[in-house]
């Protein structure tokens, strides 16, 4: 197995202020939990990593899936100067920089499944939790939560159809440390283009590129309630436009819905 040396990760890291500080823990219950706990005296780009989650969890409340040593479980602390209504473009920014990441370390054919997932194959490899505590007008801080599948080769039969690790298909284990530091160099960049700019321009390239769902026929499920309509774009907010068979289009946004294929996790 693998070790994470946080030491070693911030020596390698080319990065000003994500990663700037590390805070590391052989076992924790959620590091997001734990990002909520000390954030307010915390310096923006603080990165807290667990060799272990206990208790992860993703959007809607869903349990994550964790194995020790194997996997990638972070979390980073942002204190933008934007508007509370911006937040959602964090989740765009983390998820193209993660697939860049991953693309380019592992080589592996890997799709962006709008707002928060990465799949391989129609397998869920990682997931995005933001969470953010704001005012009506500023943000007091965003926590960006990551969880990859890397290394693990055996998932509980209940998701085992649905979810798979990098190692399993690339045939080999990945350097943890290495994914770690490209994900953060990567998630620096274009957060900072964002900031510079005041646009999603660059993040949303990479995702509409490597999406998973874009000109495709999905399934939307709100509540008990599932419809069909086609992924016809993700607008300059980060929200997805679908269009519905009667031709209307509808604007959802990341808090909304769960979008699932008939047979398989899209």
Do not use: C
């Not at 194959?121 to 943000?139: D, F, P």
């Amino acid at each position: 197995m693998s070790k994470l040396d946080p030491n070693d990760i911030k020596k390698y890291l080319k990065t000003k202020d994500i990663g700037s500080e590390i805070v590391y823990f052989e076992t924790l219950d959620s590091t997001n939990n734990y990002a909520k706990e000390i954030a307010k005296k915390s310096p923006h780009g603080l990165v807290i990593i667990a060799n272990e989650q206990t208790g992860g969890r993703g959007r809607l409340g869903r349990s994550w899936f964790t194995s020790k040593g194997k996997n990638i479980s972070m979390t980073i602390i942002l204190k933008p100067d934007i508007h509370p209504t911006e937040a959602m473009k964090m989740t765009q920014i983390a998820i193209a920089a993660m697939v860049v990441a991953v693309r380019e370390l592992t080589g592996l054919h890997t799709l962006v499944k709008w707002p928060n997932d990465l799949l391989i194959e129609n397998k869920k490899i990682a997931g995005i939790l933001t969470e953010m505590v704001a005012n009506a007008n500023k943000i007091d801080y965003l926590i960006i939560g990551m969880g990859i599948n890397v290394n693990t080769k055996i998932f509980p039969k209940e998701i085992e159809d649905m979810a798979s690790s990098l190692a399993l298909f690339k045939g080999a284990d990945i350097d943890r440390q290495k994914l770690i530091i490209k994900i953060l160099e990567e998630f620096e960049k274009l957060y900072l283009d964002y900031i510079k700019k005041g646009d999603l321009d660059k993040s949303l390239d990479i995702v509409r590129k490597y999406s998973a769902i874009l000109d495709k026929d999905i399934y939307i499920i709100k509540g008990q309630d599932r419809y069909k309509a086609r992924a016809v774009d993700i607008d300059h907010s980060g929200v997805l436009k679908v269009k519905h068979i009667d031709g209307r289009e509808e604007l959802l946004h990341s808090g909304e819905v769960s979008i699932r294929g008939k047979a398989t996790y899209i």
